[in-house]
């Protein structure tokens, strides 16, 4: 429910906190005082569009704050967890934020992150319902009326399973879609793909091949040049005539003939002999080396063949000869998945059979139950109606078979209204009047919420257009909402605000050069005195007086009953 609420230079308010309880609140206040700008903050808050015009005169922006605790609203709470906007430390706790700018540009924040005013709207539709003259209104969507219908039926279970059969029903659809389409556009695909992978395996590259082959080409190209330097390099380390093994040999033995212990002499005795050992090494290796390459003009053919083969196929393939072997698996693979596609597509068109039928077969079953809760819904919202003074408004609920598949099923569900005799229901949102759109939706409020999941609901002037008895039957349905969770009302009746646990009172003050909006909480001798001014006017008289006490009185009475 919605705990606290702060506004900042919004129209005539300077600056405003307020922390909302539970039960019902009832707001009042002279026409003009300010009474809708509460309203428009809460809206604002929920993602309503923005204006200058909203921000207050000589000020730079607009701001408001609205906490809500969701414990109770686990929809609220996926929400959030869904778009990653939840706040670890206080998951229990939402906040809203929204800047309005004096140039009519606004900004939003969900839980101390920036997002969207349609995030916004989003998440609010799982807080709070504002009825009356607002846009946020969500009796008048028709995916509402699915919702509370389901709620009120208790069928939340058989939803869930309509909505998992179809998930599965639209899966393999899909894939089924992409298979057929893949058979009838790819047939050329398939002819080239044949030709190409065949050519490949011809070729039969190996996995590493490219590089052994271009090292053994240019190991055979330059073998005679290879052989004949190689040799005289060997000849130069350890030849018949002598080399550099022999000299450093000889040189070892000159200097080990020297009669001294001097330490320099013996370690470049080490020198020399250590580099005696790199040369007799080298030599061997250089001798296994030039042992190695052989003269072979016909093997030096056939592998520049093969590698023009390789290098000529990658070009016409417009790839490099190192990718060459992984493309040709790559087109093996699309060959063989395009190959097995009639084979997917019997197998995905039985399966989409077998869950078309279950899902239609589900699917009836709950347009059975669902017809059945809206002749019940139907039968309790008429006897609200006829209690809040329409009792010749017919309300009913319509159920029609949609062809088309849906996660909630095939039933296209829209609650219809006439509200005078001989009048054919037409869909709520058709409604002109807005105090009987207010009753019809405090209404179906009362008679759905015991199964509401929104705990906050706000009544804007539901008592438009009535009086007396009926004024008085509002604000008990009001109160007896407010049992179960949050009643904000903005009336004009005493006979309704009266019913509230508790009353915020609007006034406007205004001087020379300023106007503001001013909201407090009444006491009960306050209470008394507003009542007064909403049943006498400006002039309070004793009997007046007496008359507010007395129906505060009562309906304190009433409500300890």
């Known amino acids: 429910m919605l705990t606290y609420l702060a506004i900042n230079n919004l129209a005539i308010v300077e600056h405003l906190e307020l922390d909302l309880p539970s039960g019902m609140t009832v707001i009042t206040g002279e026409t003009g005082a300010g009474k809708s700008i509460l309203l428009d903050a809460l809206g604002l808050a929920l993602g309503d569009r923005a204006d200058a015009d909203s921000v207050r005169h000589s ?14 609203l686990p929809q609220a709470q996926h929400w959030l967890q869904e778009q990653e906007l939840t706040d670890e430390e206080h998951a229990c ?25 349609q995030l916004l709207k989003q998440l609010g539709s799982h807080l709070i319902d504002i009825h009356g003259q607002h846009e946020h209104q969500s009796l008048l969507r028709k995916e509402t009326h699915l919702i509370l219908l389901d709620e009120f039926g208790h069928l939340e279970k058989e939803v869930t399973r309509q909505r998992s059969l179809y998930k599965d029903w639209q899966q393999v659809r899909k894939q089924l879609e992409q298979l057929k389409t893949q058979d009838s556009e790819q047939q050329a695909r398939l002819e080239l793909l044949r030709y190409q992978v065949e050519e490949l395996e011809q070729l ?12 053994e080409q240019q190991e055979l190209a330059n073998a005679e040049t290879l052989i004949s330097e190689g040799q005289a390099t060997l000849d130069l380390c350890d030849g ?6 022999q000299a450093l040999n000889h040189a070892c033995q000159r200097l080990g003939q020297i009669p001294s212990q001097d330490p320099q002499l013996t370690n470049i005795a080490q020198m020399l002999n250590d580099a005696l050992i790199q040369v007799e090494e080298a030599s061997r290796e250089l001798s296994y080396f030039i042992e190695r390459c052989e003269l072979d003009p016909e093997r030096l053919q056939f592998v520049e063949e093969r590698l023009s083969s390789i290098y000529q196929l990658a070009r016409k393939h417009h790839i490099t000869p190192e990718e060459l072997y992984n493309h040709s698996l790559t087109l093996r693979a699309e060959l063989d998945n395009i190959e097995s596609g ?93 105090g009987e759109l207010s ?18 609901l706000v009544f804007d002037e539901v008592d438009v257009g009535i009086s007396g008895g009926t004024a008085e039957i509002v604000g008990k349905l009001l109160h007896n909402l ?34 503001r909006s001013q909201m407090n909480w009444l006491t009960d001798q306050d209470r008394t005195t507003e009542l007064a001014r909403m049943l006498g006017g400006v002039d309070l008289t004793e009997q007046t007086l007496a008359h507010a006490a ?11 009953a």
């Open 342 to 434: 009639p084979q997917n597509i019997d197998q995905l068109a039985e399966q989409l059979d077998q869950l078309t039928h279950q899902y239609r077969e589900h699917a009836a079953k709950l347009n059975q139950k669902r017809q059945q809760f809206a002749q019940k819904l139907n039968k309790s919202i008429n006897h609200q109606l006829a209690q809040l003074g329409m009792s010749n408004a017919h309300f009913e609920v319509s159920i029609k078979n949609s062809e088309q598949f849906q996660p909630t099923g095939t039933d296209d569900v829209e609650f219809m209204i006439s509200t005078n005799p001989g009048q054919p229901a037409k869909p709520m949102i058709k409604i002109a009047s807005g």
């Open 204 to 215: 039969g590259l190996e996995e590493g091949e490219l590089q052994g082959l271009e090292n």
């Open 240 to 245: 018949d005539d002598g080399g550099a093994r």
């Open 439 to 456: 009753r019809i939706s405090l209404a179906i409020q009362v008679v759905t919420a015991q199964t509401s999941t929104i705990p906050t």
């Open 59 to 72: 000020a730079s922006k607009a701001e408001i704050h609205a906490h809500f605790d969701i414990t109770a």
């Open 550 to 560: 007395e129906m505060l009185k009562n309906s304190k009475e009433k409500a300890q």
């Open 93 to 117: 706790e939402c906040v809203l934020r929204r800047i309005i700018h004096a140039n009519g540009r606004s900004k939003a924040w969900i839980n101390g992150q920036s997002c969207s005013a």
């Open 482 to 515: 407010a049992k179960k969770g949050q009643i904000l009302s903005v009336t004009h009746l005493p006979q309704v605000a009266a019913q509230g646990d508790q009353h915020l009172h609007i006034s406007k003050h205004s001087t020379r050069n300023t106007t």
